[in-house]
């Protein structure tokens, strides 16, 4: 995709609420304020309680709520149901985006996943042999491999 021509959408989703794995949640949450910001809504973001200090400073308090909750349940119960929430963002497990979705569902909330990553790595035969390998290991070895983008498996052409 080119940045260059990439528009984001004039279309309000009011009050929204992302959530994102503890295990590499900057990259996961970036997006999501900047689209609301650009439809002047306001996001409340609800990560793990390490991050406090390395991710709030990053964007204005004017339009955004940071959650950092022990007891994410409760928290995610309350705020899948709380009429207020018009969308849920969420990256992580399958099993918790089907929880999130039966939570939203009453309402017909509107609901954006990103679960259960299993990306691929595709090596063409074109390809620089000695660059793709660097690129194999740096895509499944990323982060300990705890990303959802982390290759879990290897096609070479």
């Known amino acids: 995709m080119c940045l260059r021509n990439w528009r984001l959408p004039a279309r309000t989703s009011g009050i929204a609420r992302a959530s994102t794995p ?19 809504d306001l996001i409340v973001a609800w990560l ?46 399958n099993e918790a985006g089907r929880l999130l979705m039966r939570q939203c569902s009453d309402q017909i909330k509107k609901v954006s996943l990103e679960t259960g990553g299993n990306a691929p790595f595709i090596i063409f035969d074109d390809a620089d042999i000695d660059g793709a390998v660097d690129g194999a290991v740096q895509a499944k070895f990323r982060n300990a491999g705890q990303t959802c983008v982390s290759a879990n498996r290897i096609y070479v052409q």
């Open 48 to 93: 793990g309680a390490m991050f406090a200090l390395a991710i709030r400073p990053a964007f204005p308090m004017a339009w955004s709520t940071w959650i950092y909750a022990s007891e994410g349940d409760r928290v995610g119960r309350e705020l899948c149901t709380n009429s207020k929430i018009q969308k849920i963002s969420f990256t992580g497990s």
């Open 22 to 40: 503890s295990a590499f949640p900057p990259p996961s949450t970036d997006h999501r304020p900047a689209r609301n910001e650009a439809a002047l």
